[in-house]
Nanobody, 120 residues
Framework: QLQASGGGLVQAGGSLRLSCAAS????????MGWFRQAPGKEREFVAT????????FYAGSVQGRFTISIDNAMNTAHLQLNSVNFEDTAVYYC???????????????WGQGTQVTVSS
C-alpha cells in the first residue's frame, strides 16, 4: 500500500525529494512518517505529519533542513531534504497509519525503503 521513491546520490549540501504514494482507505487520518536506517545503526525517526491536521514533527537532527508534506489529491507524502550531510546517508522508509508520531512500532504499514547516499 506504500510505494517509496526519489532516493539516490546527492552531494553534501544538496537537496533531494522523497515521495511515498499511498493507497488503501484505512491509512488516512493518522500519522504518516519517514524513518531511516544507516548501516550498523538502528532505525530512527525522521519526520511525520498528521494526515488530518497537517501538524508535523521532526527529529532534532533534521529540524530546519527537512520538510514533510502531504499532497491529498495525489495521496502522496513528500519529504524534502535540504542541506544534506554525510550523516543523512541511510535507507529511508515511509510508514503510514501511525498512532504515535515518533514511535515506529505504532505504524501499521511500511514502504520498501529508498536509499539516500550523500557524497562529497
Amino acid at each position: 500500500q506504500l510505494q517509496a521513491s526519489g532516493g539516490g546520490l546527492v552531494q553534501a549540501g544538496g537537496s533531494l525529494r522523497l515521495s511515498c504514494a499511498a493507497s488503501g482507505h484505512d491509512i488516512y487520518g493518522y500519522y504518516m512518517g519517514w524513518f531511516r536506517q544507516a548501516p550498523g545503526k538502528e532505525r530512527e525517526f525522521v519526520a511525520t505529519i498528521n494526515w488530518t491536521t497537517g501538524i508535523a514533527f521532526y527529529a532534532g537532527s533534521v529540524q530546519g533542513r527537512f520538510t514533510i508534506s502531504i499532497d491529498n489529491a495525489m495521496n502522496t507524502a513528500h519529504l524534502q531534504l535540504n542541506s544534506v550531510n554525510f550523516e543523512d546517508t541511510a535507507v529511508y522508509y515511509c510508514a503510514a497509519r501511525g498512532f504515535s508520531a515518533r514511535d515506529a512500532a505504532s505504524y501499521s504499514y511500511w514502504g520498501q525503503g529508498t536509499q539516500v547516499t550523500v557524497s562529497s
